[in-house]
């Protein structure tokens, strides 16, 4: 990397590098955002089954499983920006593989291709560690929400719009835009990770073994149980993820671009949220509670969605869930950011892209598997029963302090 991308110009104060990797992860979100309805139709062209979409996501999250223990090492040693440009790169070429699906095969390389190099929400957190103080990190990874919610307003509606143009549109948009960020990254962004407080130690390859991260990580007494309620909330919001979709087909009969509003709508709430009432909050309450409050209002959402017998109710339960959801995991996140180093900051987040990434193997293809044989209400039972065991878990009471 050349030192003119090293670390920060002067030019480049907190205010402005903060605004820089923001819009970087919405461009990032908003491509992906993009291909939210249409991998499903896409889907559907081949079978009707939620398990294969299940396996989609699945084939993602393989990819992921094999990367992210790299990832989060390679970013501590040679800063950030290898990771982002490296990520938007990946994300263009499996955007653009998915024009030429024929087949679920080609669609799960395209989603395996996308794992394996997805690792820009993990940079984008390691770049707002590097920059801000501890007791700042609740809010600005909050400023990461609001990107990822704006994006998930604009994405899916033009994914849908795009798809009444043919099919393909939204992948030819999408791997478009990837290539946009990744100049931006390349042309734009500073590095925040200085030269003198980057990774010394020889990386040991051998040692990347994700297994193994994971168990250095719950190592950590003060990562522990946290890091467990991690997992809980991935496990559960990864097969609501997945499902939602083909939940809304089957029951509610939605159109693809029915769903593009849904989602559209509940990045609206994500956004007022994370951008506006997270840092309201974070400056009020300590953040056991307000991860307590946020898992106790997804319960009632992922309830809501199991029971719902109308698009109404569905609407009204979602937005229980994506109010609870914003409260409860940037506050999760700064309170493990709080345990480690700054020199750690990327093992750290590479350990919860594999706690997120192994619960993405599993949830899509057990919850689809539910759903096909069980019931349309099954991968929503089981959310509110994760959650519920993550609640009790904080409420034992979780030490949120620092074991470096």
């Avoid at 499903?40 to 299940?54: I, K, T, W």
């Avoid at 984008?124 to 560690?129: N, P």
């Avoid at 089981?382 to 470096?404: F, H, M, Q, R, W």
Wanted: with cysteine; glycine share 8%; net charge positive.
């Amino acid at each position: 990397m050349q030192e003119t991308s090293e670390v920060a110009k002067p030019r480049f104060n907190r205010r402005k590098k903060l605004l820089l990797i923001s819009v970087i992860v919405f461009l990032d979100f908003l491509s992906f955002g993009i291909l939210i309805p249409l991998i499903p139709g896409l889907v559907r062209q081949f079978s009707n089954q939620a398990l294969v979409l299940g396996l989609t996501f699945s084939a993602f999250a393989i990819g992921q499983l094999i990367m992210s223990p790299f990832l989060g090492v390679v970013s501590d040693k040679y800063g950030r920006r290898v990771i982002l440009l490296t990520s938007t790169l990946g994300g263009m070429v499996a955007s653009y593989l998915l024009i030429f699906a024929n087949g679920i095969s080609l669609i799960v390389v395209s989603r395996f291709l996308d794992g394996l190099t997805g690792g820009n929400l993990l940079a984008g957190q390691a770049y707002i560690a590097d920059i801000t103080e501890p007791e700042q990190r609740a809010k600005n990874f909050g400023l990461l929400g609001v990107s990822i919610g704006i994006a998930f307003i604009l994405g899916p509606a033009l994914g849908g719009i795009l798809s009444r143009v043919n099919i393909q549109a939204p992948a030819i948009v999408a791997g478009t835009l990837y290539l946009v960020t990744a100049i931006l990254v390349w042309l734009g962004l500073p590095e925040s990770l200085p030269v003198n407080q980057r990774r010394r130690k020889p990386i040991q390859w051998v040692k990347l073994n994700p297994l193994i991260q994971i168990i250095q990580a719950f190592k950590r007494q003060s990562l522990r149980l946290l890091l467990w309620v991690t997992f809980l909330l991935n496990f559960a919001e990864n097969g609501l993820r997945s499902n939602l979709q083909v939940l809304t087909a089957e029951r509610f009969n939605l159109a693809i671009e029915q769903n593009a509003i849904l989602f559209s709508y509940l990045g609206v709430i994500s956004a007022l949220m994370q951008g506006i009432v997270i840092r309201s909050l974070t400056k009020r309450f300590p953040e056991q509670k307000l991860m307590i409050a946020g898992f106790s209002l997804m319960i009632l959402g992922y309830t809501g969605i199991a029971l719902a017998p109308s698009v109404r109710m569905l609407y009204f339960s979602l937005t229980f869930n994506v109010v609870g959801f914003s409260v409860a995991s940037p506050t999760l996140l700064s309170a493990l950011s709080a345990g480690v180093s700054s020199q750690e900051q990327g093992f750290l987040m590479g350990a919860i892209q594999v706690i997120s990434t192994i619960s993405l193997i599993v949830s899509p293809a057990l919850v689809g598997f539910g759903f096909d044989r069980i019931s349309t209400g099954f991968p929503y039972w089981a959310g509110a029963i994760l959650l519920l065991v993550a609640t009790l878990t904080l409420l034992t009471g979780c030490p949120i302090n620092s074991d470096k």
